[in-house]
């Protein structure tokens, strides 16, 4: 006897082996023992004696209605082989004997015409892909046995309008029913999750109640289920899953359980929301109920983004992070309280909430990042609480919020107010800063049009490019001696702005710093050594007196002035293009011995009548000045 084959065989539901040479013998010398093909009403079979068991291997191409036989001559069915129906383009029913002992992963998927299924077996797990693809499969029986449904086990079987899952079912695979016609169904009290994707594209599905007991939504699980009106969650729910609602532009309502601890991103969003896609947002959510003694903890990047129904929410004390553009374009949201729990809130969190009228920033904030309330035209009020431990204001963080009137910042810990954080900010009146405030950022404040004071701290060191350009109601500015740094354009088109101290340690006023204001007046500090071209063009200023450390004037510094009396630095070696352009009231001016290069039409169009110059005749080269009057030379 060969021991080293053999041959497998089931008994009693286990699989054994029996030496081959054994079954070898037997078959040649008794024909009853030999595998034997047999067809049964249009189902086709093998039937293995001496292994105990027959399996289910075909179907005729006639078959339409299968009942799969229980046993054969004594002998048990307990396997359908893995392609006896797989793809079959006739097949209308099939019924599953309690005999088979497990099917094989997608028995009957892509089966088209196959309308009912009854399965009458003990299995505890229905197999992956089982009925992937049975587009007229509307009647399903399964077993009670059951503690799982496969993954994809009836994905797009798009007439599947009902089914009962058995209450002994924990676990709903990934896909399971994703694109089924349920309008509605009733989930087991055992079940404990919902996969992934398990009734994404059910766009039938009007209502659904989540069974006590589920802990967690995944991923994607109900993805656009477009006329999902209505869904109740349980008290026993502590995770809702990335884009576990998106596309569910019908939910109007939504009670979030005190269980509750995260929404994942883009939760009740749009998949494609970063590159402006919106139109799987859930578009007509209104209300988002939260118990007051919820356990929310985190809400994820672009949750609620374009839920433009929302129009108030009420985070709880648990809350400690809110995700970047977590309710961004949520256009009617008026009202959001935010918890003295709160750590950090995202990039454009609230970004363009247009009704959006007060909001509280808790003392946990550490900083407003970018754009966080940028373009939130209602925004009228902003509440720091007291001792708060605000660091930083991000770029764009309150840019256009066209009705902020006022913002105190005097009891933050502020050290940097960034790039554009109040740009556009049109009826902001009056800013108080921190004493701790170091840097304002280009642009900081551009366009304030409405702001008429501004008092800054001591400790300041930068006031960035354009911070306060074209802010046309600000008429008095000091500029602290702390302040080392003064950016280009700075107080640009400032149009009523006449009193203006330096301070004393800057070294540089930049271009366009003071252009286009109505200073009459200015005392340039000792250390400034350079003008920046077009610094005090178009302005009021009538005097001029530069110290001697300044040993450069750029281009249209004094430009269209209104200049009348100039006493330039004795330090002085360059004086840029079109310096003195126009400055028709002015009528005489020295030239210093240091004087190196004059710019070309420095003094067009100026009202001079002499220019002193104190070198020798000939030093410098006229020609470019644009100036043809008086020259007097030093003898």
Not at 494 to 506: G, R
């Amino acid at each position: 006897m060969n021991v080293n084959s053999w041959e497998n065989t089931i008994k009693d539901g286990k699989e054994e082996t029996i030496p081959y040479d054994v079954i070898f013998h037997l078959k040649e010398n008794d024909s009853y023992f030999r595998e034997k093909e047999i067809v049964i009403n249009g189902v086709e079979y093998r039937i293995k004696r001496l292994s105990g068991y027959a399996i289910v291997t075909g179907v005729t191409e006639d078959a339409t209605d299968v009942i799969i036989q229980s046993e054969i001559e004594g002998i048990p069915v307990t396997m359908i082989e893995e392609n006896a129906f797989k793809g079959n383009k006739n097949v209308t029913s099939v019924e599953i004997p309690s005999s088979i002992l497990n099917l094989p992963m997608g028995a009957f998927s892509g089966c088209v015409k196959l309308k009912s299924a009854i399965i009458k077996t003990k299995l505890r797990a229905l197999p992956s892909f089982i009925f992937q693809g049975c587009i007229s499969l509307s009647n399903i029986e399964l077993p009670s046995t059951l503690t799982s449904i496969g993954d994809y086990a009836f994905t797009s079987c798009f007439s599947l309008s009902s089914i009962n899952i058995p209450d002994s079912v924990e676990i709903i695979g990934v896909q399971a029913f994703e694109s089924t016609s349920f309008e509605s169904i009733k989930l087991p009290s055992s079940l404990k999750s919902i996969s992934s994707h398990s009734f994404g594209y059910c766009t039938d599905l009007t209502s659904i109640e989540i069974p006590e007991g589920v802990i967690s939504i995944d991923s994607r699980a109900f993805e656009a289920c477009q006329n999902l009106v209505s869904i109740k969650l349980p008290s026993t729910l502590e995770k809702i899953g990335k884009l576990a609602f998106t596309g569910c532009v019908s939910l109007e309502s939504i009670t979030l359980p005190s269980s509750l601890v995260e929404i994942g991103d883009y939760a009740f969003s749009s998949s494609n929301y970063y590159y402006h896609e919106s139109s799987c947002a859930c578009k007509v959510l209104k209300n988002v109920s939260i118990d007051s003694n919820s356990h929310l903890a985190s809400i994820g990047e672009y949750a609620f983004a374009g839920c433009i129904e929302l129009e108030d929410i009420i985070l709880p004390p648990s809350t400690k992070t809110i995700g970047d553009s977590a309710f961004r374009d949520c256009l009617k949201l008026k009202g959001v309280s935010l918890s003295d729990g709160l750590i950090s809130i995202g990039e454009r969190a609230f970004s363009n909430c247009q009704m959006l009228e007060s909001i509280y920033i808790s003392k946990t904030v550490e900083e407003i990042p970018r754009a966080t309330f940028e373009e939130c035209k209602e925004l009228k009020t902003v509440t720091i609480a007291p001792d708060s431990n605000l660091k930083t204001i991000e770029p764009y963080a309150f840019k256009n919020c066209s009705n902020l009137m006022e913002i105190d910042l005097s009891d933050t810990k502020i050290e940097n107010i960034d790039d554009k954080s109040f740009e556009f900010c049109s009826s902001i009146k009056k800013v108080i800063f921190p004493s701790s405030l170091m840097e304002i950022g280009a642009s900081a404040f551009e366009n304030c049009k409405d702001l008429s004071e501004i008092n800054f701290p001591d400790g300041l060191t930068t006031i960035g490019s354009s911070a306060f350009n074209s802010c046309t109601s600000l008429t008095k500015v000091v500029i602290p001696n702390s302040v080392k740094e003064l950016g280009q354009n700075a107080f640009y088109y400032c149009n009523s702005l006449s009193n203006v101290t330096l301070s004393e340690n800057v070294t540089e006023i930049k271009q366009g710093t003071f252009q286009n204001t109505k200073i009459t007046t200015i005392e340039i500090p000792l250390g400034v050594t350079t003008i920046g071209n077009s610094a005090f063009r178009r302005t009021g200023l009538e005097t001029i007196v530069l110290p001697d450390s300044v040993i450069e004037i750029g281009d249209y510094v004094f430009c269209e002035s209104k200049l009348k009396e100039v006493i330039l630095s004795n330090s002085l070696k360059s004086i840029g293009s079109s310096a003195f352009y126009y400055c028709r009231q002015l009528k005489e001016i020295t030239l210093p011995s240091t004087i190196e290069s004059v710019g070309q039409d420095a003094f067009f169009g100026a009202g001079l009548n002499k220019i002193y110059v104190d070198k020798k005749e000939g030093s410098l080269d006229t020609s470019s000045w644009g100036y043809t009057g008086t020259i007097i030379w030093k003898n």
